[in-house]
């Protein structure tokens, strides 16, 4: 599985930016898929994420209200629509898709190259 995303960039306070993703492969066992971010000096963290059966989503508490995450009908995409953007949510994005689900853990865990994300104030 490879998954790949589109669409960072460098926008204004308040401003909106919508991240793309696109995965390939062998699809069928993945059964989530979503965003993580990366600041300088901190750690990888969850964004939001998307069940690929039956779309339930998931959102870090600073981000909810102002990022909207979607998935395609193939389930071979998924979507970041941010809006209201901070300063605060500048970072490396990235995409990720798990599965299939052993137990209490995924077996396969892959994630695209990044993109940046960088909100000027």
């Known amino acids: 599985v490879q998954v790949m995303e589109f669409g960072g960039g460098l926008v204004q306070t308040g401003n909106s930016l919508t991240l793309s993703c696109v995965a390939s492969g062998d699809l069928k066992s993945i059964t989530v898929m979503g965003w993580y971010r990366q600041a300088p000096g901190k750690q990888r963290e969850m964004v939001a994420t998307?069940?690929?059966?039956?779309?339930?989503?998931n959102y870090a508490d600073s981000v909810k209200g102002r990022f909207t995450i979607s998935r395609s009908d193939d389930g071979n995409a998924v979507y970041l629509q941010m809006n209201n953007l901070k300063p605060e949510d500048t970072a490396v994005y990235f995409c990720?898709?798990?599965?299939?689900?052993?137990?209490?853990?995924?077996?396969?865990?892959?994630w695209g190259q990044g993109t940046q994300v960088t909100v000027s104030s």
């Open positions: 990720n898709a798990k599965g299939p689900l052993d137990g209490l853990r995924f077996v396969g865990d892959y």
């Open positions: 998307i069940t690929t059966n039956r779309g339930i989503t």
